[in-house]
């Protein structure tokens, strides 16, 4: 299946939907985020799946275990693919939520966010974190693997260190991806599909190059010509 994950921002549902109209549901998958999902709720994930799309909900859960555990079986009930939360959330939270779904028997993915990719090194001393973003990050993957998560959402920068620290098998869900003909805009950590996968990323999570171009599924041909170049 493709790796490759379009982002649904700062869109209602009409517009969403209009946009998953124009794109091969084959060729990727798509992410409805914390603006759409407040905005239009259950819905837009239904729609979506009725068209074909599998899903991943990025409302990056982070409270306490129980919480945590509740809202991703509800998440899973809608039938996601896959769903994530802060692994800053910390070793409960983590377990609670992945034992959840075990229990439930849901083939929903369960992922962490490690380091936001618009946050930078300085900005991450800022909240008293100390030591390199590489260290921190590789050392919340692992945290998040040993919990029996199924992945993290992570740089592609931090990607072979992960894979390192945890397994092969292990999801590796990049943000910040920017095809050679796409602008940096506001993401501080940034590679192209073909270099994101290289460095070891196993999906790449695509934006504004695909869901603000003039034929968006003219786009994501372009990026997957990118790939296999």
Request: charged content about 20%; aromatic content about 4%.
């Amino acid at each position: 299946m493709t790796p490759l994950i379009i982002a649904l921002d700062k869109m209602d549902c009409a517009q969403a939907l209009a946009l998953a109209d124009t794109l091969d549901p084959a060729q990727c998958r798509v992410k409805v985020g914390k603006e759409i999902f407040t905005r239009e709720g259950p819905a837009v994930i239904n729609a979506l799946h009725a068209k074909g799309f599998e899903v991943f909900l990025d409302l990056k859960f982070h409270d306490i275990p129980h919480t945590v555990a509740q809202a991703v079986e509800a998440s899973a009930d809608l039938g996601v693919w896959m769903v994530n939360v802060h692994a800053q959330g910390g070793p409960a939270m983590l377990e609670a939520a992945a034992s959840r779904l075990a229990a439930g028997g849901y083939s929903t993915k369960l992922i962490a966010v490690t380091v936001l990719t618009s946050m930078s090194e300085q900005e991450l001393s800022h909240i008293g974190v100390s030591g390199s973003l590489e260290a921190h990050v590789t050392r919340l993957a692992a945290m998040s693997f040993n919990a029996g998560l199924d992945g993290v959402v992570c740089s592609a920068h931090e990607a072979s260190m992960i894979r390192k620290a945890t397994s092969d098998a292990f999801l590796r869900v990049t943000p910040g991806i920017r095809p050679a003909f796409a602008a940096k805009d506001d993401q501080s950590r940034i590679m192209t599909p073909k270099q994101a996968l290289e460095a070891g990323s196993t999906h790449l999570v695509i934006g504004r190059p695909v869901t603000q171009a003039a034929a968006p599924q003219h786009a994501l041909e372009h990026i997957i010509q990118e790939l296999n170049e």
